[in-house]
């Protein structure tokens, strides 16, 4: 039985970090789409996406340290930018 939730706890930290990889990336792409849009209407949707993003990042931080979840240095809460 205690192998089960261990497996599962292995599981969810894997998925974590598979999900904090993904939104970073995610964060990357909406970044270079802002630096690259001149539409008011696309630069306020690109804002939206990358605050988006960053509160779901931070919130997956959040979860993978309370599992116990360890990842290297570049996996750290983001700053909301002004």
């Given amino acids: 039985m205690f192998r089960r939730t261990a497996h599962k706890t292995d599981d969810e930290r894997s998925e974590l970090l ?3 990889e993904e939104t970073r990336s995610a964060l990357e792409d909406a970044r270079i789409s802002f630096d690259n849009t001149v539409e008011p209407e696309l630069v306020e949707a690109t804002v939206f996406e990358i ?3 960053q509160a779901r990042y931070n919130y997956l931080i959040r979860r993978a340290r ?3 979840c360890r990842a290297d240095a570049s996996f750290r809460p983001l700053r909301m930018e002004r």
């Fill in 18 to 20: 598979k999900a904090l």
């Fill in 51 to 53: 605050n988006s993003l």
């Fill in 66 to 68: 309370e599992t116990g």
